[in-house]
């Protein structure tokens, strides 16, 4: 199966990117399956009704999310209606999951969403709800596995692959809106500390920069805005997964002005 992730979506700018590059870019690269994140969907914060319809209608199969999830009141009856997902690992009794089996090209495929710790709220621990869940969907035999590792710390991410390579597809972090350069597939795991945001690309992680500029000359905290104009991108990896391995991966950076920019993960034993 051929399956696509993209990591947070930032406001409209992302949500247009989204509109005129993934229908196309999913007959292009022949995707079975697409994953993103919804967390700054909306203005920046949060996901609503109208924005998960707009969403799900240019083809997006599944979204995760993140310490955002929360931040508009329409999430809630989503996780019942939408294929939502939340950290997987916020506290027995919160609303939603953060783990679901989808049928993709004839075979199954589950996409674990999982928050870190390091800056974040706080939840159950991120690495032990990996393990857990890891070993019960291979006992359920499922083994295509995809994780969304919503995290701050790039050493956190970094040592969910350590601990997880060899036993799930893929590892992807999303977060700090920052693409790293890192992509790799290790023991048929593919893994990049962040894939980067979709949104405005000449700002401060997507929003606009005056509020961030005002804060770090003054301490003073506001409210942060999405810019009216921006130049935009759309970060899109795209991996072939067989048997639960992932044997071929790249990154497309999907400019607005039409360049693309296409990164082939490196394989290591
Ligand atoms: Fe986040």
Not at 175 to 202: E, M, N, P, W
């Amino acid at each position: 199966m051929k399956i696509a992730f993209i990591g947070d979506i930032v406001g409209r700018p992302g949500r247009d990117m989204i509109k005129n590059y993934l229908p196309k870019l999913k007959e292009e690269h022949n995707i079975d399956f697409v994953i993103a994140n919804y967390e700054n969907a909306s203005h920046g914060f949060g996901l609503t009704l109208k924005n998960c319809n707009e969403l799900f209608s240019y083809g997006i199969d599944v979204m995760s999310g993140g310490n955002h999830s929360w931040d508009k009141k329409d999430i809630i009856p989503l996780f019942e209606t939408h294929e939502i997902l939340r950290p997987h690992n916020y506290p027995e009794g919160v609303e939603g999951t953060g783990c679901k089996v989808y049928d993709v090209a004839g075979e199954k495929l589950a996409v674990l969403n999982l928050m870190g710790h390091y800056s974040m709220p706080y939840t159950d621990n991120a690495f032990r709800c990996a393990q857990t869940n890891v070993e019960r969907l291979h006992s359920e035999g499922v083994a295509n596995i995809f994780i969304d590792f919503h995290a701050e710390a790039t050493s956190e991410k970094r040592a969910m692959m350590m601990l997880l390579q060899g036993s799930v597809s893929g590892i992807i972090g999303t977060h700090t809106h920052v693409s790293t350069d890192d992509f790799q597939i290790v023991k048929g795991t593919a893994y990049l500390t962040d894939i980067g945001l979709s949104g405005c690309r000449d700002n401060v992680i997507g929003m606009d920069s005056k509020q961030p500029l005002k804060q770090f000359l003054t301490g003073m905290k506001g409210h942060f805005d999405i810019p009216k104009k921006c130049k935009k991108i759309l970060q899109i990896a795209v991996l072939t997964i067989e048997n639960g391995g992932c044997k071929s991966a790249y990154k497309l950076k999907i400019f607005d002005d039409s360049r693309v920019i296409q990164s082939d993960a490196w394989l290591d034993d």
